[in-house]
């Protein structure tokens, strides 16, 4: 697949998608769709044959009643029979349309789940990912159900008109042709104009979206109460959304003004085409019906065109996002995880490792150089933007977007992913709060094996939170956050519940916490510190923290500054140098506490 789909092979990755999950069922409807658009032939025909058989009888031209209804009860009866195969196919739409859709969605999952870590830092692809998560499942499914067959009836549908007029005139019938081109470039174009209006412009829809549903979230409605925010948010949603609706009205009256062209040219050939079949029944060459079928012809078409060029326009918005879905497919490269796990001993090297965020015109880490050997506690501090989350994100094997060498044992580990990721468990900084139960939250931490529930309570009971637990009703398999009536929790205890996941992991060697201990109070953190060393064992153990009182007890603090190890060595070793980094934020925390 091409990173760049065209739009003329677009139609061929969206059928391939559709059949890949519903290939005999969609091919059926798309059969019965086919089939039921001759329902037009004959739904023009019968007002033909009804006024008809009205003149005879009162002309007198025909007296066999029986002879003359004949023809009108066949037709009808066909009529009925399209009926039942359209809501046939109308029953079989519904549950096709859900399987497409959950098609599409669980392939979505998996194609952000195969993402690059550094992809959620590339803003034009964020756009993208919001376009698709809004818009992709309608947008693919109107695409595959609804415009495909829309698409299908509507060129059947001017086949028949075509042939209708050619009855009359061939030249009127090859203009009615060009017509319906004419109204489809119409709407291919503007349509594309609806959606780059749209994506242009995105950024304030979502802005507006987000200030909307920003108040049902707990802490920004806390925030909104006290300091008085809902009037200030209120009015800058009106704006925003006003501006946002006024360029979409803006674009939206564009189309309906280019629309007036082919609208003019069907008004001049529809008045020829009329004027053409008067002067015919009136010389005798056709019956007096053949003017009502052509009138009713006219509406049709009419009606036809404008519902294509409609829904070419609004799905010409769909194909777009589809488009945007593909791009992120074609982007969705993580490499899989090999099998291999660290040694009992082993050590882990960074040599001249560089890396800069996206959007950013500074790096995060420069050349940075550090060791780290099996079974050792290490500590990592400094300042907000010091590079310690990044370097965390690089030693998991997030990104292979790096400059230097990340070794294990002294073999390089650039060209692959897995020993260092298989071989650690990590407690980020802004760490997952799952809303499952919270036996579930445990399991997360090593779906590889079945947490016992011996083993659950055990964990809930070093992490501290085993009375809390046991005073819910339904213990460890109470659900949590709101998502089901679930039961909410501190961040406090969010944060023990994601400790308990890493405990969860038996075969971790390493133990990576990135302030582990940001939202207990000063007791529960030393508790939790303590804890944590007390079940190292042999493991090694990687506290990343602002606050440094922990730091004593670690086999190793080492100091990052703007992205570089600028201080390595124990406690005592670094507080010998009052000038430096580590002793000068140590002794600036130890006032606070005197």
């Known amino acids: 697949m091409n990173k760049k789909t065209s739009s003329f092979s677009l139609p061929k990755y969206l059928l391939k998608e559709a059949f890949s999950s519903v290939k005999k069922r969609y091919l059926l409807y798309i059969a019965l769709v086919i089939i039921t658009s ?12 009804i006024t008809n058989i009205s003149y005879d009888f009162y002309s007198g031209a025909s007296t066999n009643y029986q002879e003359a209804m004949t023809p009108l009860l066949v037709y009808i009866v066909i009529l009925l029979v399209f009926a039942v195969f359209k809501h046939i196919n109308s029953i079989m739409g519904v549950s096709l349309g859900r399987d497409l859709r959950s098609d599409f969605e669980l392939k979505y999952t998996k194609t952000v789940s195969r993402l690059k870590w550094e992809d959620f830092e590339n803003h034009e692809l964020e756009m ?31 086949i028949i008109y075509v042939l209708i007029v050619m009855r009359l005139s061939l030249l009127i019938g090859t203009i009615f042709l060009l017509v319906s081109i004419i109204y489809y470039i ?5 349509g594309n104009k609806l959606y780059r209006t749209i994506k242009e412009h995105n950024h304030l829809n979502r802005k507006k979206n987000y200030i909307f549903h920003s108040g049902e979230d707990k802490a920004v409605h806390q925030d909104s109460i006290v300091n008085r925010l809902y009037g200030y948010l209120t009015k800058n949603w009106q704006d925003l959304n006003e501006e946002f609706l006024n360029l979409s009205i803006k674009a939206t009256n564009r189309i309906r003004l280019y629309t007036i062209v082919p609208n003019l040219m069907f008004l001049l050939i529809s008045g020829w085409l009329i004027y053409v079949v008067i002067i015919e029944i009136q010389a005798g ?27 070419v326009q609004w799905n010409r918005r769909d194909i777009n996002i589809y488009k945007d879905y593909l791009d992120i497919v074609n982007r969705s490269n993580e490499q899989d995880n090999n099998s291999k796990l660290l040694d009992s001993n ?16 500074r790096n995060a880490l420069n050349r940075l150089n550090i060791t780290i050997n099996s079974h050792e506690t290490i500590a990592i501090v400094g300042v907000n933007g010091s590079g310690k989350t990044t370097f965390v994100n690089l030693l998991m094997e997030l990104t292979k977007r790096y400059d230097g060498r990340i070794k294990v044992d002294g073999r390089s580990i650039n ?33 590889h094996r079945i947490v016992s529930d011996d083993e659950v309570i055990e964990i809930l009971k070093k992490v501290g939170l085993y009375s809390f637990v046991e005073s819910l009703p339904l213990k460890e398999n109470t ?10 929790l501190s961040k406090g205890q969010w944060q023990r519940l994601s400790v308990a996941r890493l405990l969860a992991n038996k075969n971790a060697k390493i133990w990576i916490l990135d302030e582990p201990t940001a939202y207990l109070d000063p007791i529960a953190e030393i508790e939790m510190y303590e804890f944590i060393y007390s079940l190292k064992e042999d493991r090694t153990v990687i506290f990343i923290s602002h606050r440094l009182g922990f730091a004593k007890r670690a086999d190793r603090i080492v100091v990052f500054k703007e992205g570089h190890l600028i201080e390595n060595g124990t406690h005592e070793e670094l507080l010998k140098d009052v000038t430096g980094e580590y002793a000068r934020m140590y002794l600036k925390q130890k006032k606070w506490y005197e």
């Open 38 to 49: 001759f329902e037009m032939f004959f739904a023009l025909r019968i007002p033909e044959l």
């Open 128 to 158: 993208k990912m919001d376009m698709v998560r809004r818009r992709g499942a309608d947008g693919y499914l109107r695409l595959v159900k609804d415009l495909v067959t829309f698409v299908i009836t509507s060129v059947m549908y001017i």
């Open 186 to 190: 119409v709407g291919f174009y503007f």
């Open 285 to 311: 060459r056709q019956e007096i019906g053949y003017f009502g079928l052509i009138i009713g012809t006219i509406i049709s078409y009419k009606n036809t065109m404008e519902g294509l060029s409609t829904n």
């Open 346 to 361: 082993y050590t882990i090297e960074f040599e001249d490792v560089s890396y800069a965020y996206y959007q950013s015109d």
């Open 415 to 447: 060209d692959e992913t897995g020993i260092l990721r298989n071989s650690a468990s990590c407690i980020f900084q802004d760490f997952a709060e799952y809303q499952l139960t919270i036996k579930e939250n445990i399991q997360l931490g090593d779906i």
């Open 479 to 488: 659900i949590l956050g709101q998502i089901n009536k679930g039961t909410e």
